[in-house]
């Protein structure tokens, strides 16, 4: 149940001609404490409800804890949610051995991509595809709980 995930910048669109599955997000958090996180979701068709704990130092771990609910139930606690749903495109792409999830932000947080890849181990090697840019790994402005409260289209540029 612990999470491994480091998270970069995306420099282009070319990571679209190399997706495999693209799908629509829409998230709200129930609770976007420091030390713990629960976030609903609708991904496609389905909702989840998920609790995440706090970011190791270098921010590559964290436990996670994920269950699917109802579609009819993940609205219902949309309804329920802080301030600043999170919408969002989804893509998937492999890479080598690995499975980048592309997430292209809209509304608030339109002009923000970013592209996450989970591993086995925090020191495992992967390989980077040409799109990738900085890593933003543990940088908590681009954690999706903080994209609700301080959206993209806030920051100063």
Known sequence: MTEIERKFLVL?????EEAFKKTTIIQ??????PERTVRVRIHGNKGFLTVKGISSEEGLSRFEWETEISL???RSLLNLCEKGLIEKTRFEVKAGNHIFEIDEFLKDNQGLIIAEVELNTEDEKFSKPEWLGKEVTGEIKYYNSQLGINPYN???K
């Open 154 to 156: 806030t920051w100063e």
């Open 72 to 74: 009819k139930e993940a």
């Open 12 to 16: 282009s669109e070319a990571f679209k």
């Open 28 to 33: 709200g958090f129930l609770n976007t404490h």
